[in-house]
Protein backbone atom coordinates (compact mmCIF):
# COMPACT_ATOMS: atom_id res chain seq x y z
CA UNK A 1 0.00 0.00 0.00
CA UNK A 2 1.68 3.43 -1.08
CA UNK A 3 1.90 5.47 2.00
CA UNK A 4 0.15 8.92 1.75
CA UNK A 5 2.78 11.18 2.92
CA UNK A 6 4.67 13.27 0.36
CA UNK A 7 8.16 14.57 0.85
CA UNK A 8 8.37 17.95 2.46
CA UNK A 9 9.36 19.92 -0.80
CA UNK A 10 6.17 18.36 -2.54
CA UNK A 11 4.15 19.13 0.29
CA UNK A 12 5.29 22.63 0.64
CA UNK A 13 4.33 22.98 -3.16
CA UNK A 14 0.88 21.58 -2.24
CA UNK A 15 0.51 23.57 0.87
CA UNK A 16 1.92 27.23 -1.27
CA UNK A 17 -0.96 26.54 -4.20
CA UNK A 18 -3.63 28.98 -3.28
CA UNK A 19 -1.03 31.82 -2.33
CA UNK A 20 0.69 30.69 -6.21
CA UNK A 21 -3.28 31.06 -7.80
CA UNK A 22 -4.01 34.40 -6.54
CA UNK A 23 -0.20 36.28 -6.46
CA UNK A 24 2.66 37.46 -8.85
CA UNK A 25 5.62 39.50 -8.31
CA UNK A 26 4.81 42.82 -7.89
CA UNK A 27 4.26 45.08 -11.73
CA UNK A 28 7.21 47.80 -11.47
CA UNK A 29 4.66 51.14 -11.67
CA UNK A 30 5.44 51.27 -15.79
CA UNK A 31 4.17 48.06 -16.06
CA UNK A 32 0.87 48.57 -13.89
CA UNK A 33 0.12 51.63 -15.69
CA UNK A 34 0.28 49.77 -18.95
CA UNK A 35 -2.19 46.65 -18.07
CA UNK A 36 -5.21 47.27 -15.83
CA UNK A 37 -4.78 44.60 -12.90
CA UNK A 38 -6.67 41.54 -13.52
CA UNK A 39 -9.99 40.74 -11.74
CA UNK A 40 -8.78 39.31 -8.10
CA UNK A 41 -10.03 35.94 -8.54
CA UNK A 42 -13.07 34.22 -5.75
CA UNK A 43 -11.88 31.31 -3.43
CA UNK A 44 -13.53 28.74 -5.91
CA UNK A 45 -11.63 29.89 -8.50
CA UNK A 46 -8.10 30.46 -6.78
CA UNK A 47 -8.78 26.33 -5.76
CA UNK A 48 -9.41 25.34 -9.30
CA UNK A 49 -6.52 26.99 -10.55
CA UNK A 50 -4.39 25.96 -7.53
CA UNK A 51 -4.86 22.34 -8.33
CA UNK A 52 -3.96 22.79 -12.33
CA UNK A 53 -0.75 25.14 -11.17
CA UNK A 54 0.36 22.13 -9.03
CA UNK A 55 -0.73 18.99 -11.69
CA UNK A 56 0.58 21.43 -14.72
CA UNK A 57 3.88 22.39 -13.25
CA UNK A 58 7.18 21.01 -15.01
CA UNK A 59 7.73 19.27 -11.46
CA UNK A 60 5.37 16.33 -12.43
CA UNK A 61 6.96 16.41 -16.00
CA UNK A 62 3.25 15.76 -18.08
CA UNK A 63 2.20 13.04 -15.52
CA UNK A 64 2.81 9.82 -18.02
CA UNK A 65 0.92 6.73 -16.96
CA UNK A 66 4.04 4.19 -15.07
CA UNK A 67 6.18 7.18 -14.12
CA UNK A 68 7.12 8.33 -10.57
CA UNK A 69 5.65 11.83 -11.49
CA UNK A 70 2.32 10.36 -12.38
CA UNK A 71 2.78 8.68 -8.76
CA UNK A 72 3.39 12.01 -6.99
CA UNK A 73 0.09 13.57 -9.39
CA UNK A 74 -1.44 10.82 -7.41
CA UNK A 75 -0.82 11.48 -4.27
CA UNK A 76 -1.41 14.76 -4.23
CA UNK A 77 -5.29 13.44 -5.28
CA UNK A 78 -5.37 11.27 -2.45
CA UNK A 79 -4.49 14.15 -0.39
CA UNK A 80 -6.94 16.68 -1.55
CA UNK A 81 -9.73 14.14 -1.97
CA UNK A 82 -9.08 13.44 1.99
CA UNK A 83 -9.55 17.37 2.86
CA UNK A 84 -12.61 17.20 0.65
CA UNK A 85 -14.03 15.17 3.49
CA UNK A 86 -14.31 11.55 1.24
CA UNK A 87 -13.13 8.37 2.13
CA UNK A 88 -10.43 6.32 0.81
CA UNK A 89 -12.50 3.53 -1.86
CA UNK A 90 -9.45 1.72 -3.52
CA UNK A 91 -7.93 -1.52 -2.67
CA UNK A 92 -7.93 -2.59 0.70
CA UNK A 93 -8.88 0.61 2.41
CA UNK A 94 -6.46 2.37 0.09
CA UNK A 95 -7.25 5.53 -2.01
CA UNK A 96 -4.98 3.19 -4.60
CA UNK A 97 -6.45 0.74 -7.11
CA UNK A 98 -3.20 -0.41 -8.38
CA UNK A 99 -3.81 -1.25 -12.39
CA UNK A 100 -1.43 -3.93 -13.92
CA UNK A 101 0.20 -2.39 -17.05
CA UNK A 102 1.98 -4.32 -19.96
CA UNK A 103 3.75 -2.37 -21.99
CA UNK A 104 5.51 -3.38 -25.44
CA UNK A 105 8.10 -1.61 -27.43
CA UNK A 106 10.03 -2.70 -30.63
CA UNK A 107 13.45 -4.29 -30.23
CA UNK A 108 14.57 -3.27 -33.89
CA UNK A 109 13.10 -2.81 -37.05
CA UNK A 110 10.44 -5.58 -37.88
CA UNK A 111 10.17 -7.40 -41.53
CA UNK A 112 7.71 -8.28 -43.50
CA UNK A 113 7.52 -9.81 -47.17
CA UNK A 114 5.08 -11.26 -49.37
CA UNK A 115 5.11 -14.03 -51.59
CA UNK A 116 2.43 -13.69 -54.91
CA UNK A 117 2.45 -17.19 -56.86
CA UNK A 118 6.21 -17.77 -55.45
CA UNK A 119 7.02 -14.61 -56.80
CA UNK A 120 8.59 -11.97 -53.68
CA UNK A 121 7.23 -8.64 -53.23
CA UNK A 122 9.53 -6.90 -50.93
CA UNK A 123 7.47 -4.72 -48.25
CA UNK A 124 9.50 -1.39 -47.47
CA UNK A 125 9.22 -0.47 -43.81
CA UNK A 126 8.25 2.95 -43.43
CA UNK A 127 6.82 3.53 -46.78
CA UNK A 128 5.05 0.06 -47.41
CA UNK A 129 4.08 -0.41 -43.77
CA UNK A 130 4.78 0.35 -40.58
CA UNK A 131 3.66 -0.84 -37.06
CA UNK A 132 1.25 0.61 -34.14
CA UNK A 133 2.40 -1.56 -31.37
CA UNK A 134 -0.51 -3.46 -28.92
CA UNK A 135 1.40 -5.66 -26.46
CA UNK A 136 1.27 -9.66 -27.64
CA UNK A 137 4.17 -11.33 -26.96
CA UNK A 138 8.22 -11.00 -27.32
CA UNK A 139 8.36 -12.10 -31.00
CA UNK A 140 5.79 -12.90 -33.75
CA UNK A 141 7.19 -15.03 -36.51
CA UNK A 142 4.45 -16.40 -38.30
CA UNK A 143 3.73 -16.96 -42.53
CA UNK A 144 0.04 -17.20 -43.61
CA UNK A 145 -2.11 -16.62 -46.49
CA UNK A 146 -4.24 -13.30 -46.75
CA UNK A 147 -8.13 -13.03 -46.84
CA UNK A 148 -9.80 -9.41 -47.08
CA UNK A 149 -12.55 -9.11 -44.87
CA UNK A 150 -13.79 -5.47 -45.37
CA UNK A 151 -14.07 -3.41 -42.31
CA UNK A 152 -13.78 -6.98 -40.11
CA UNK A 153 -17.24 -5.91 -38.62
CA UNK A 154 -19.62 -8.18 -36.96
CA UNK A 155 -22.66 -6.00 -35.65
CA UNK A 156 -24.96 -8.42 -33.81
CA UNK A 157 -27.47 -5.56 -33.10
CA UNK A 158 -28.12 -5.59 -37.49
CA UNK A 159 -26.99 -8.45 -37.80
CA UNK A 160 -23.62 -7.58 -40.25
CA UNK A 161 -21.28 -10.06 -40.43
CA UNK A 162 -18.43 -9.18 -42.95
CA UNK A 163 -16.92 -12.73 -42.24
CA UNK A 164 -20.02 -14.53 -43.61
CA UNK A 165 -19.01 -16.77 -46.35
CA UNK A 166 -15.24 -16.62 -45.63
CA UNK A 167 -12.84 -19.06 -44.11
CA UNK A 168 -10.30 -17.63 -42.05
CA UNK A 169 -9.09 -20.42 -40.00
CA UNK A 170 -5.09 -19.88 -40.12
CA UNK A 171 -4.63 -16.88 -42.26
CA UNK A 172 -3.97 -13.29 -41.72
CA UNK A 173 -7.03 -11.23 -42.12
CA UNK A 174 -6.67 -7.84 -43.86
CA UNK A 175 -9.37 -5.39 -42.95
CA UNK A 176 -9.71 -1.47 -43.97
CA UNK A 177 -8.40 0.85 -41.35
CA UNK A 178 -11.54 2.91 -40.66
CA UNK A 179 -15.28 1.96 -39.82
CA UNK A 180 -18.22 2.12 -41.69
CA UNK A 181 -19.30 5.15 -43.76
CA UNK A 182 -23.20 5.74 -43.66
CA UNK A 183 -23.91 5.11 -40.10
CA UNK A 184 -24.41 7.41 -37.06
CA UNK A 185 -20.62 8.22 -36.54
CA UNK A 186 -20.89 7.40 -32.36
CA UNK A 187 -22.05 3.99 -33.40
CA UNK A 188 -19.24 3.78 -36.89
CA UNK A 189 -16.34 4.45 -34.39
CA UNK A 190 -17.52 2.09 -32.00
CA UNK A 191 -17.82 -0.84 -34.80
CA UNK A 192 -14.48 0.28 -35.69
CA UNK A 193 -12.60 -0.02 -33.11
CA UNK A 194 -9.48 -1.93 -33.94
CA UNK A 195 -9.38 -3.79 -30.76
CA UNK A 196 -12.76 -5.30 -30.70
CA UNK A 197 -11.95 -6.27 -34.79
CA UNK A 198 -8.63 -7.80 -33.82
CA UNK A 199 -10.69 -10.09 -31.13
CA UNK A 200 -13.29 -10.91 -33.52
CA UNK A 201 -10.88 -12.38 -36.29
CA UNK A 202 -9.13 -14.04 -33.38
CA UNK A 203 -12.58 -15.45 -32.56
CA UNK A 204 -13.00 -17.06 -36.17
CA UNK A 205 -9.68 -18.75 -36.47
CA UNK A 206 -7.17 -15.97 -37.83
CA UNK A 207 -3.91 -15.58 -37.29
CA UNK A 208 -3.14 -12.18 -37.76
CA UNK A 209 -4.50 -8.58 -38.67
CA UNK A 210 -3.47 -6.07 -40.94
CA UNK A 211 -5.00 -3.10 -41.31
CA UNK A 212 -5.20 -0.62 -45.09
CA UNK A 213 -5.01 2.65 -45.35
CA UNK A 214 -8.29 4.37 -46.90
CA UNK A 215 -8.75 7.56 -47.68
CA UNK A 216 -10.78 8.84 -44.76
CA UNK A 217 -8.05 8.05 -42.56
CA UNK A 218 -5.70 9.37 -44.58
CA UNK A 219 -7.57 12.65 -44.31
CA UNK A 220 -7.18 13.23 -40.51
CA UNK A 221 -4.04 10.71 -39.98
CA UNK A 222 -2.00 9.94 -42.92
CA UNK A 223 0.62 7.18 -43.20
CA UNK A 224 3.51 9.38 -42.72
CA UNK A 225 2.30 10.58 -39.71
CA UNK A 226 1.65 7.07 -38.49
CA UNK A 227 4.63 5.46 -39.13
CA UNK A 228 6.70 8.30 -37.45
CA UNK A 229 5.59 6.66 -34.16
CA UNK A 230 6.34 2.92 -34.87
CA UNK A 231 8.74 2.86 -32.18
CA UNK A 232 6.41 3.91 -29.22
CA UNK A 233 5.34 1.74 -26.34
CA UNK A 234 1.69 0.22 -26.86
CA UNK A 235 0.26 -0.40 -23.54
CA UNK A 236 -2.76 -2.57 -22.18
CA UNK A 237 -3.65 -4.01 -18.77
CA UNK A 238 -2.82 -7.38 -17.70
CA UNK A 239 -4.83 -10.30 -16.48
CA UNK A 240 -4.96 -12.47 -13.01
CA UNK A 241 -2.41 -14.37 -14.59
CA UNK A 242 0.06 -10.99 -16.11
CA UNK A 243 -1.02 -11.82 -19.41
CA UNK A 244 -1.85 -8.92 -21.75
CA UNK A 245 -5.85 -8.56 -21.82
CA UNK A 246 -7.48 -10.40 -24.73
CA UNK A 247 -5.17 -8.21 -27.83
CA UNK A 248 -7.28 -10.46 -29.97
CA UNK A 249 -5.04 -11.41 -33.31
CA UNK A 250 -2.15 -10.09 -33.28
CA UNK A 251 -2.16 -6.45 -35.57
CA UNK A 252 0.41 -7.43 -37.34
CA UNK A 253 0.89 -3.69 -39.37
CA UNK A 254 -1.06 -1.01 -40.92
CA UNK A 255 -0.48 -1.02 -45.04
CA UNK A 256 -0.23 2.47 -46.45
CA UNK A 257 -2.08 2.64 -50.10
CA UNK A 258 1.18 1.72 -52.05
CA UNK A 259 1.37 -1.51 -49.51
CA UNK A 260 -2.41 -2.06 -50.12
CA UNK A 261 -1.88 -2.41 -53.85
CA UNK A 262 1.08 -5.17 -53.41
CA UNK A 263 -1.17 -7.21 -51.04
CA UNK A 264 -3.41 -7.26 -53.54
CA UNK A 265 -1.33 -7.79 -56.76
CA UNK A 266 -2.61 -10.23 -58.53
CA UNK A 267 -5.85 -11.58 -56.56
CA UNK A 268 -9.16 -11.39 -58.20
CA UNK A 269 -10.00 -8.59 -56.01
CA UNK A 270 -8.56 -5.37 -57.23
CA UNK A 271 -7.41 -2.76 -54.35
CA UNK A 272 -8.33 0.08 -56.49
CA UNK A 273 -12.12 -1.37 -56.43
CA UNK A 274 -12.35 -1.64 -52.89
CA UNK A 275 -10.52 1.68 -52.29
CA UNK A 276 -13.76 3.22 -55.05
CA UNK A 277 -16.86 1.21 -52.98
CA UNK A 278 -15.44 2.66 -49.42
CA UNK A 279 -14.98 6.39 -51.16
CA UNK A 280 -18.49 5.56 -52.42
CA UNK A 281 -19.99 4.02 -48.96
CA UNK A 282 -20.67 0.85 -51.43
CA UNK A 283 -20.53 -3.13 -50.53
CA UNK A 284 -16.97 -4.29 -50.23
CA UNK A 285 -15.60 -6.89 -52.37
CA UNK A 286 -14.27 -9.40 -49.89
CA UNK A 287 -12.23 -12.90 -50.53
CA UNK A 288 -9.06 -14.45 -50.74
CA UNK A 289 -5.62 -12.61 -51.79
CA UNK A 290 -3.27 -14.41 -53.85
CA UNK A 291 -0.21 -13.20 -50.87
CA UNK A 292 1.29 -15.30 -48.54
CA UNK A 293 2.22 -12.19 -46.27
CA UNK A 294 5.68 -13.24 -43.75
CA UNK A 295 6.67 -10.93 -40.61
CA UNK A 296 9.15 -11.28 -37.64
CA UNK A 297 8.90 -9.01 -35.38
CA UNK A 298 10.46 -8.24 -31.25
CA UNK A 299 9.24 -6.67 -28.94
CA UNK A 300 10.31 -5.90 -25.39
CA UNK A 301 7.86 -6.72 -22.64
CA UNK A 302 7.64 -4.67 -19.22
CA UNK A 303 5.06 -4.92 -16.65
CA UNK A 304 4.21 -0.96 -15.00
CA UNK A 305 2.03 -0.63 -11.95
CA UNK A 306 -0.09 2.79 -12.30
CA UNK A 307 -2.75 3.51 -9.68
CA UNK A 308 -6.23 4.66 -10.31
CA UNK A 309 -7.09 6.83 -6.98
CA UNK A 310 -10.52 6.45 -5.54
CA UNK A 311 -12.40 8.35 -2.77
CA UNK A 312 -16.08 7.71 -1.65
CA UNK A 313 -18.88 10.51 -0.40
CA UNK A 314 -21.51 7.91 1.25
CA UNK A 315 -25.35 8.59 0.76
CA UNK A 316 -27.48 9.81 2.54
CA UNK A 317 -30.91 7.51 2.12
CA UNK A 318 -31.08 4.19 3.79
CA UNK A 319 -32.11 3.09 0.42
CA UNK A 320 -30.40 4.39 -1.75
CA UNK A 321 -26.60 4.74 -0.02
CA UNK A 322 -25.49 1.34 -1.67
CA UNK A 323 -26.15 2.83 -5.13
CA UNK A 324 -23.47 4.72 -6.54
CA UNK A 325 -22.87 7.65 -9.33
CA UNK A 326 -19.60 7.91 -10.90
CA UNK A 327 -17.51 11.16 -11.32
CA UNK A 328 -14.44 10.47 -13.22
CA UNK A 329 -11.38 12.41 -14.70
CA UNK A 330 -8.21 11.11 -16.02
CA UNK A 331 -5.06 12.28 -14.09
CA UNK A 332 -1.90 11.21 -16.85
CA UNK A 333 -0.72 13.04 -19.81
CA UNK A 334 1.95 12.17 -22.56
CA UNK A 335 4.94 13.01 -20.81
CA UNK A 336 8.43 14.40 -21.74
CA UNK A 337 8.51 14.15 -25.53
CA UNK A 338 10.44 15.61 -28.35
CA UNK A 339 11.30 19.08 -27.67
CA UNK A 340 9.28 21.99 -29.13
CA UNK A 341 10.67 25.59 -29.38
CA UNK A 342 13.05 24.01 -26.75
CA UNK A 343 10.10 22.51 -24.36
CA UNK A 344 9.83 18.77 -24.08
CA UNK A 345 7.51 18.99 -21.12
CA UNK A 346 3.93 18.34 -21.90
CA UNK A 347 2.11 20.05 -19.23
CA UNK A 348 -1.08 18.39 -19.61
CA UNK A 349 -3.10 21.91 -17.88
CA UNK A 350 -6.50 21.26 -20.08
CA UNK A 351 -5.78 17.69 -20.58
CA UNK A 352 -6.45 17.55 -18.36
CA UNK A 353 -5.31 18.45 -15.14
CA UNK A 354 -8.16 21.21 -15.51
CA UNK A 355 -11.39 18.12 -15.45
CA UNK A 356 -9.21 16.27 -12.35
CA UNK A 357 -9.74 20.30 -10.59
CA UNK A 358 -13.20 19.86 -11.55
CA UNK A 359 -13.89 16.71 -10.11
CA UNK A 360 -11.74 17.50 -6.69
CA UNK A 361 -13.87 20.66 -6.44
CA UNK A 362 -17.09 19.27 -6.88
CA UNK A 363 -15.96 16.70 -4.20
CA UNK A 364 -15.25 19.64 -2.08
CA UNK A 365 -18.40 21.08 -2.68
CA UNK A 366 -20.57 18.17 -1.99
CA UNK A 367 -17.94 17.35 1.03
CA UNK A 368 -19.13 20.77 2.50
CA UNK A 369 -22.86 20.97 2.31
CA UNK A 370 -24.71 19.60 5.64
CA UNK A 371 -27.18 17.78 2.69
CA UNK A 372 -25.91 14.90 1.43
CA UNK A 373 -26.97 13.40 -2.00
CA UNK A 374 -28.79 10.02 -1.24
CA UNK A 375 -26.98 8.14 -3.51
CA UNK A 376 -22.82 7.10 -3.01
CA UNK A 377 -20.63 9.16 -5.14
CA UNK A 378 -17.86 7.70 -6.18
CA UNK A 379 -14.92 9.79 -7.25
CA UNK A 380 -12.13 8.08 -9.61
CA UNK A 381 -9.00 9.32 -11.31
CA UNK A 382 -7.92 7.23 -13.56
CA UNK A 383 -4.24 6.40 -15.07
CA UNK A 384 -3.43 5.51 -18.60
CA UNK A 385 -6.23 7.49 -20.56
CA UNK A 386 -3.81 8.54 -23.42
CA UNK A 387 -2.87 5.09 -23.72
CA UNK A 388 -6.09 3.79 -25.05
CA UNK A 389 -8.90 4.39 -21.89
CA UNK A 390 -7.15 1.74 -20.24
CA UNK A 391 -7.33 2.84 -16.50
CA UNK A 392 -10.98 3.86 -16.88
CA UNK A 393 -11.26 0.76 -18.51
CA UNK A 394 -9.90 -1.61 -15.88
CA UNK A 395 -12.06 0.77 -13.01
CA UNK A 396 -15.32 -0.36 -15.15
CA UNK A 397 -14.44 -3.88 -15.64
CA UNK A 398 -13.52 -4.38 -12.03
CA UNK A 399 -15.03 -1.54 -10.01
CA UNK A 400 -13.85 -1.24 -6.06
CA UNK A 401 -17.63 -1.51 -5.84
CA UNK A 402 -20.39 -3.72 -6.88
CA UNK A 403 -20.35 -3.16 -10.32
CA UNK A 404 -24.55 -3.55 -10.19
CA UNK A 405 -24.62 -0.88 -8.12
CA UNK A 406 -23.13 1.86 -10.90
CA UNK A 407 -26.07 3.73 -11.75
CA UNK A 408 -24.51 6.61 -14.21
CA UNK A 409 -20.99 7.95 -15.13
CA UNK A 410 -20.46 11.67 -15.41
CA UNK A 411 -16.93 12.03 -16.86
CA UNK A 412 -14.93 15.13 -17.30
CA UNK A 413 -12.37 15.45 -19.90
CA UNK A 414 -10.44 18.09 -21.56
CA UNK A 415 -13.04 21.04 -21.10
CA UNK A 416 -11.65 23.87 -23.09
CA UNK A 417 -11.61 26.64 -20.41
CA UNK A 418 -9.74 29.48 -22.74
CA UNK A 419 -13.02 31.48 -23.09
CA UNK A 420 -16.53 32.53 -21.19
CA UNK A 421 -18.77 29.86 -22.52
CA UNK A 422 -22.19 30.11 -23.66
CA UNK A 423 -23.33 26.76 -24.44
CA UNK A 424 -22.18 22.98 -23.45
CA UNK A 425 -22.25 19.93 -25.61
CA UNK A 426 -23.01 16.70 -23.32
CA UNK A 427 -21.64 13.21 -25.08
CA UNK A 428 -23.79 10.72 -25.09
CA UNK A 429 -26.60 12.45 -22.76
CA UNK A 430 -29.30 11.99 -25.89
CA UNK A 431 -29.02 8.39 -25.56
CA UNK A 432 -30.04 7.76 -21.63
CA UNK A 433 -32.53 9.63 -18.86
CA UNK A 434 -29.34 11.46 -17.83
CA UNK A 435 -30.06 13.41 -21.16
CA UNK A 436 -33.14 16.31 -18.98
CA UNK A 437 -30.80 16.18 -15.87
CA UNK A 438 -27.70 17.63 -18.23
CA UNK A 439 -30.64 19.72 -19.72
CA UNK A 440 -32.29 20.84 -16.13
CA UNK A 441 -28.74 21.89 -14.83
CA UNK A 442 -27.62 23.89 -18.01
CA UNK A 443 -30.52 25.96 -18.52
CA UNK A 444 -30.94 26.91 -15.07
CA UNK A 445 -27.74 28.40 -15.15
CA UNK A 446 -28.08 29.83 -18.71
CA UNK A 447 -26.52 27.97 -20.80
CA UNK A 448 -28.02 26.06 -23.64
CA UNK A 449 -27.48 22.39 -24.44
CA UNK A 450 -26.66 22.42 -28.29
CA UNK A 451 -25.86 19.31 -30.53
CA UNK A 452 -22.05 17.61 -31.25
CA UNK A 453 -20.81 20.42 -34.17
CA UNK A 454 -18.25 17.50 -34.81
CA UNK A 455 -20.42 14.34 -35.12
CA UNK A 456 -17.15 12.94 -37.29
CA UNK A 457 -14.68 12.87 -34.71
CA UNK A 458 -17.19 10.78 -32.37
CA UNK A 459 -15.83 11.97 -29.29
CA UNK A 460 -18.58 9.66 -27.42
CA UNK A 461 -16.19 6.55 -27.85
CA UNK A 462 -13.06 8.76 -27.74
CA UNK A 463 -13.09 9.14 -23.97
CA UNK A 464 -13.18 7.33 -20.49
CA UNK A 465 -17.27 7.65 -20.32
CA UNK A 466 -17.20 5.08 -22.98
CA UNK A 467 -15.34 2.45 -20.55
CA UNK A 468 -18.80 2.85 -18.59
CA UNK A 469 -20.58 2.39 -21.91
CA UNK A 470 -19.49 -0.69 -22.75
CA UNK A 471 -19.99 -2.16 -18.60
CA UNK A 472 -24.10 -1.21 -19.57
CA UNK A 473 -23.47 1.74 -17.51
CA UNK A 474 -25.49 5.35 -18.87
CA UNK A 475 -22.91 7.99 -19.24
CA UNK A 476 -22.26 11.32 -20.08
CA UNK A 477 -19.08 14.00 -20.65
CA UNK A 478 -19.81 17.42 -20.80
CA UNK A 479 -17.68 20.17 -22.68
CA UNK A 480 -18.32 23.90 -23.09
CA UNK A 481 -19.71 24.21 -26.54
CA UNK A 482 -19.12 26.11 -30.02
CA UNK A 483 -21.33 29.38 -29.30
CA UNK A 484 -19.70 33.00 -29.27
CA UNK A 485 -15.90 32.42 -29.25
CA UNK A 486 -16.19 28.56 -28.58
CA UNK A 487 -16.05 27.49 -32.00
CA UNK A 488 -12.40 29.57 -32.63
CA UNK A 489 -11.43 28.83 -28.67
CA UNK A 490 -11.46 25.49 -29.54
CA UNK A 491 -10.28 25.08 -33.02
CA UNK A 492 -6.66 27.07 -31.72
CA UNK A 493 -5.96 24.72 -28.97
CA UNK A 494 -6.59 22.01 -31.20
CA UNK A 495 -4.71 23.24 -33.47
CA UNK A 496 -1.80 24.66 -31.73
CA UNK A 497 -1.90 23.13 -28.17
CA UNK A 498 -3.14 19.54 -27.94
CA UNK A 499 -0.89 17.01 -26.97
CA UNK A 500 2.08 19.95 -26.98
CA UNK A 501 4.28 21.78 -24.29
CA UNK A 502 2.02 24.83 -24.50
CA UNK A 503 -0.57 23.22 -23.21
CA UNK A 504 0.15 25.13 -19.86
CA UNK A 505 -0.47 27.52 -17.06
CA UNK A 506 0.60 30.39 -20.10
CA UNK A 507 -2.78 29.46 -21.71
CA UNK A 508 -5.69 32.22 -21.42
CA UNK A 509 -7.50 29.97 -19.13
CA UNK A 510 -10.86 31.48 -17.75
CA UNK A 511 -10.96 30.89 -14.19
CA UNK A 512 -14.93 31.86 -14.07
CA UNK A 513 -15.94 29.95 -16.69
CA UNK A 514 -14.22 26.91 -14.91
CA UNK A 515 -16.33 27.51 -12.22
CA UNK A 516 -19.05 27.79 -14.38
CA UNK A 517 -18.58 24.20 -15.51
CA UNK A 518 -17.74 22.83 -11.74
CA UNK A 519 -21.69 24.03 -10.92
CA UNK A 520 -23.27 22.69 -14.21
CA UNK A 521 -21.24 19.02 -12.96
CA UNK A 522 -21.90 19.19 -9.57
CA UNK A 523 -25.63 19.84 -10.61
CA UNK A 524 -25.74 17.29 -12.64
CA UNK A 525 -24.84 14.76 -10.00
CA UNK A 526 -27.00 15.87 -7.30
CA UNK A 527 -29.77 15.66 -9.37
CA UNK A 528 -28.67 12.18 -10.21
CA UNK A 529 -27.77 11.06 -7.09
CA UNK A 530 -31.51 11.83 -5.72
CA UNK A 531 -33.47 10.79 -8.26
CA UNK A 532 -36.13 7.79 -7.08
CA UNK A 533 -34.93 6.31 -10.38
CA UNK A 534 -31.73 5.14 -11.55
CA UNK A 535 -30.88 6.42 -14.68
CA UNK A 536 -32.00 4.04 -17.89
CA UNK A 537 -30.99 4.30 -21.61
CA UNK A 538 -33.62 4.85 -24.05
CA UNK A 539 -35.92 2.70 -25.37
CA UNK A 540 -33.75 0.68 -28.16
CA UNK A 541 -30.63 2.96 -27.98
CA UNK A 542 -27.75 0.78 -29.32
CA UNK A 543 -25.30 0.75 -26.63
CA UNK A 544 -27.79 0.26 -24.24
CA UNK A 545 -29.21 -2.72 -26.15
CA UNK A 546 -25.55 -3.36 -27.18
CA UNK A 547 -24.51 -4.08 -23.46
CA UNK A 548 -27.83 -4.97 -21.68
CA UNK A 549 -28.20 -1.77 -19.78
CA UNK A 550 -31.32 -0.79 -17.54
CA UNK A 551 -33.97 0.03 -20.44
CA UNK A 552 -36.55 2.54 -20.40
CA UNK A 553 -40.08 1.13 -20.49
Known amino acids: MRSLLLSLPLLSLIVAQPALAQTAPAPTAPAAAAAAAPAPLTPEQ ?19 AGTPDYDVAAEYVASQMLAAGLSPAGKDGSWFQPVPLVAAKPAGEPVMALNIAGRQVPMVFGQD ?16 PVVFAGYGVV ?9 RGLDVRGKIVAILYNGIKGLNS ?6 GNRVDRARLAKARGAVGVVVLESSQIHAVFPFEAMAKGWDSRGVTWADAAGKPRDPGAPVLGMLSFAGAEKLFEGSKIRWSDVRAADDAGKKLPTGPLAATLSTD ?6 HIESDNVVGMLRGSDPQLANEVVVLSAHLDHVGVTEPVNGDAINNGALDNAIGIAS ?3 V ?3 FGAEANRPKRSLLFVAVTAEEKGLIGSDYFATNPTVAKEDIVANVNLDMPILTYRFVDLVAFGADRSSIGPAVAAAAKARGFALVPDPEPEEASFVRTDHYSFVRQGVPSVSLSPGPGGPGAAATKAFLDNNYHQPSDDMRLPIDWKAAEDFVEVNEAI ?3 LADAPDRPRWNKGDYFGTLYKGPMAK
Open 359 to 361: MLE
Open 129 to 144: WTIRVTPVAERIDLSA
Open 363 to 365: ARA
Open 297 to 302: QRYTIE
Open 46 to 64: AAIKAHVAFLASDALRGRE
Open 155 to 163: DPKTGRDDY
Open 186 to 191: EIAAHL
Open 525 to 527: VRT
